[in-house]
Every structure is written in C-alpha cells, then in structure tokens.
C-alpha cells in the first residue's frame, strides 16, 4: 500500500528565533528558549530524522534508504548517497546574521559545502523585509570598507515580502532574512554558512558569534545585484527551477485532487495551508513535510483547499 513517510521534526535553538512555530503550526516546541528552526527532512551525519509512523516507523532517513533505496529513490540510486535535500521551517523573530554558502567552485578549497536554499515566505509581520544580493554598482573595496565602518547595510538588496512571496538563493549570494518572517526553506542537503556580520549581536551565551570573514569575502558574487523576489500569486506555478531542484505550488480548491504515478521520481510535498487526505485514512496538515517514495502512486484529496508546494527533479 502506498504511504507518504512523515518524520519527527528537529528543533534547534536560534538566537534570533522564538516560539513561532508553535502558535503558527501547532507544534509543542521542546522549550520556552527561542526556537529559531524545526529540520524537517534531513540525512547529515548530525542530524537524522526519524519517521513518526506506517511501516517505516522508529527508522531513520539513513536506515530507510538503505534497506529501502528502490522503492524510495529509484533503481538507479546508490545506497550510501545522502538524501540530496534539507527542509527547515525558519522562525525568524529578529534579523539573521549577514551570511553567504560558498559557490561549488570554491567550496571545496575552504572545506565546506555549497548550498542553493528557496524561502517560501508562509507568514510575516507588517514591513518584514529579506535581504539578498548587493545593491547594484558595490564593489568588493566599498563592502570591505562598510564592513569596517560597520555601515554594511549601506551595500546590501534589502526588500519588502509579503505573506506568498519566495526568493530563490544561490550559493555565493550575501543574504539575511529580516525579523517577523516564517519562513519554509527547501535547500541543497548542506550546512555550511559563512557569518560576514551579525549587526553588533551576541549569541545565546551572550559572547560574540564566530564569523567567517575572509571565507566569506572568497565566496561573494560580487556581480549578483537586486535579485528580485517572486510575488504571491492565487494559481499553480514553478517557483523555483534550478541545477538542485524544482518546486511547483499547487493551489488547490475544496475536493480537488493532487496525483503522482509510480515510478517517476521521489518527491516531498510540504502543507503551507490546509489539508491533504490519502484514500487510506494518512492525512498531511499545515506544516508537514512528507517524503513520496519513487515506487508508489498517490491520490491526494483536499476537503478543505490547500496550498502545497512540491519539490522534485532533485536525483542527478
């Protein structure tokens, strides 16, 4: 029988978080320290989720697709190839550090891993703002010297969001995401963040957080200039399509059906609203993040509407 493969979410703890995705999602957060980010889907050395029911219950990502690697990633799969994507709600209370993920040409050199990342803004705040690329004409003397002055706000793209909008973000663009946004992060399966500025911030031990100067200066487009956003819209459509991934938002109204056949590729679903409902009963709610083996074929049916965004074309 067919079954989506829902796992348990890992908190983690974020100075610039709080106790959002408990009042946005309904979820019992692990404490009242500020919870700035819930890893959805993850298969890192670090970090591994475990499915939270049906067949595969009690196993984590990893055991899944090694005991599992036909039915869930294909035929074609090699066994001990993590999982390529990482999904994370992001409660942004405060504004992030000023970070960039190193380009792949550079990346191995100063030992880390690139990382292209979608934000699908799922709720703001009035005036929250995001922060990608530079301001057009910066030049990397200008960001050098800003940095010095701590005046760097003068050299970054920053931009209004509402609630619906999304900004793909390639490896080797600066980036922040302003304070009051929650944020559903689709993301190459890496964890490399070089910090570059925190805005005269300290951590949660109340000492200055670590950063990554000069890596972050080798990682820099420094030709990436006001990417725009892609506005909220009220239909289905591709929000991002790049080298890692695709995402497509699918819009559904009360009894509308979402269909995949098996044996195409793996795809993950993510509820931003509503709800979905199998045949069997399994039912995805806002908030859930669900892996779709390769080898089932599901219909979905939503009793209420839903907006659902769904990732795929991720195995190359």
């Known amino acids: 029988m067919s079954e989506v493969i829902l796992?348990?979410?890992?908190?983690?703890?974020?100075?610039w978080g709080g106790q959002g995705l408990a009042s946005s999602l309904g979820r019992t957060l692990p404490s009242a320290r500020p919870i700035g980010e819930s890893w959805e889907i993850v298969d890192r050395p670090e970090a591994q989720s475990v499915a939270t029911q049906g067949s595969f219950e009690g196993q984590s990502l990893r055991q899944?697709?090694?005991?599992?690697?036909a039915r869930i990633m294909g035929p074609k799969w090699p066994s001990s190839r993590p999982f390529p994507i990482l999904i994370k709600w992001l409660d942004c209370r405060e504004r992030l550090s000023l970070q960039v993920h190193p380009p792949m040409a550079v990346a191995a050199a100063l030992g880390g891993e690139p990382k292209t990342e979608n934000w699908y803004i799922a709720d703001t705040t009035p005036g929250a703002h995001l922060i990608v690329g530079l301001r057009r004409g910066v030049t990397p003397d200008q960001f050098e010297k800003a940095l010095a002055h701590n005046t760097l706000e003068t050299c970054v793209h920053k931009f209004p969001v509402s609630k619906g909008d999304s900004i793909l973000v390639h490896s080797g663009?600066?980036?922040?995401?302003?304070?009051?946004?929650?944020?559903?992060?689709?993301?190459?399966?890496?964890?490399?963040?070089?910090?570059?500025?925190?805005?005269?911030?300290v951590g949660l031990d109340g000492k200055p957080r670590q950063m990554h100067v000069t890596e972050s200066l080798r990682s820099i487009n420094w030709n990436d200039f006001e990417p725009a956003p892609l506005r909220a819209q009220p239909t289905s459509a591709t929000i991002a399509n790049c080298r890692e991934f695709r995402i497509r938002r699918a819009v559904l109204a009360q009894g509308d059906h979402l269909k995949f056949a098996a044996g195409e590729q793996p795809r993950l679903l993510s509820v931003v609203s509503g709800s979905l409902r199998l045949a069997s009963g399994q039912t995805l709610k806002r908030g859930d993040n669900a892996l779709l083996p390769y080898a089932d074929a599901f219909d979905f049916e939503t009793p209420d509407g839903a907006l659902v965004l769904i990732t795929e074309n991720f195995i190359n």
């Not at 899944?64 to 690697?69: A, C, Q």
């Not at 929650?182 to 890496?190: A, H, P, R, T």
């Open 7 to 15: 796992f348990t979410p890992l908190y983690q703890e974020r100075v």
């Open 64 to 69: 899944l697709l090694e005991k599992n690697t």
């Open 173 to 201: 663009q600066i980036h922040a995401i302003d304070a009051g946004n929650l944020i559903l992060e689709i993301q190459q399966n890496s964890d490399t963040t070089y910090r570059v500025y925190d805005w005269g911030r």
